[in-house]
């Protein structure tokens, strides 16, 4: 039994606003039934609950409006009694935004794989907390909680690498992850980034205005990628290392996806 409805708009680059209406496709702003305008890497998020006006039953009409130039993930799901009824579809190094609220108790995501017994790649899954803490818990072909999962990251960790020595690892599969609220104490929404990718050479979106923690082991490279939506605007990219000596190297040119120190158009390798 549906209690409520969450659409939620995750803006990956620039500023795009979320408007929804059950009354009739009106994309107009003042005439949606709801909105969320909140600016750059916060999610935009509507809420239908059934205590409303115990109206769920019905065509939701979602507009998208853009007041720059935007990329962005849109997902819709629904709940019964804070219980999310299916998994959010996750895409191949594509931040997708959650979020949770005191009575919503876990998030449920999903990503299927499928590879060839000569070329076996790590995954990778990354947790990043924007607001709140959360822990997160990955099964194959089956639905993990607290108490059943093959592997989990605690409070602080934010990176899981699941390699295909493991005993557990599935070449060809479902992999489901669940993310959980540690925020029962708090009134407002907590907010979380989680993302997927396989292989040594994945690339991973940058979200703007969201900083992106990493570790890499001596001579090891890690790749992103950011989209620039604003043809005339100013782009800043930099590095803050918490320990070792980490430089950075930055392609713009769509033949070279992954710059290297002979082969790149701006770079930054200063001492410290």
């Keep these: 039994?549906?209690?409520?409805?969450?659409?939620?708009?995750?803006?990956?680059?620039?500023?795009?606003?979320?408007?929804?209406?059950?009354?009739?496709?009106?994309?107009?702003?003042n005439r949606a039934e709801k909105g969320s305008n909140l600016a750059y890497y916060l999610p935009d998020t509507i809420h239908y609950t059934k205590k409303e006006d115990g109206y769920l039953n019905a065509t939701y009409h979602t507009s998208v409006y853009g007041h720059t130039v935007s990329t962005f993930t849109l997902v819709d799901?629904?709940?019964?009694?804070?219980?999310?009824?299916?998994a959010i579809q996750l895409h191949a190094s594509i931040p997708q935004t959650g979020t949770l609220s005191r009575s919503e108790k876990s998030a449920l995501y999903r990503f299927e794989v499928s590879m060839e017994?000569?070329?076996l790649e790590e995954i990778k899954i990354a947790l990043t907390p924007i607001r709140g803490q959360f822990r997160l818990f990955v099964n194959v072909n089956a639905i993990p909680?607290?108490?059943?999962h093959s592997w989990a990251l605690n409070l602080h960790e934010r990176e899981l690498r699941i390699l295909p020595t493991e005993p557990k690892f599935q070449k060809k599969g479902v992999y489901y992850v669940l993310v959980t609220n540690n925020n029962d104490d708090s009134e407002t929404e907590n907010t979380f980034i989680l993302k997927y990718a396989t292989g040594s050479l994945y690339k991973m979106s940058i979200v703007e205005g969201v900083p992106e923690l990493g570790d890499i082991t001596k001579y090891e490279k890690a790749y992103y990628q950011h989209y620039m939506g604003y043809p005339d605007g100013l782009?800043?990219?930099?590095?803050?290392?918490?320990?070792?000596d980490p430089d950075i190297y930055i392609s713009i040119d769509p033949s070279n996806e992954y710059p290297s120190r002979k082969v790149h158009d701006y770079m930054s390798a200063s001492i410290g």
């Excluded at 799901?77 to 009824?85: G, N, R």
């Excluded at 782009?235 to 070792?244: A, E, H, R, W």
């Design 145 to 148: 909680d607290v108490n059943n």
């Design 77 to 86: 799901t629904t709940y019964s009694y804070s219980v999310i009824q299916s």
């Design 235 to 244: 782009l800043k990219i930099s590095v803050t290392p918490i320990s070792g």
């Design 1 to 29: 039994k549906v209690t409520s409805v969450k659409i939620q708009l995750t803006s990956l680059n620039g500023d795009a606003d979320l408007y929804s209406t059950r009354r009739g496709p009106y994309f107009i702003e």
């Design 117 to 119: 017994d000569n070329a």
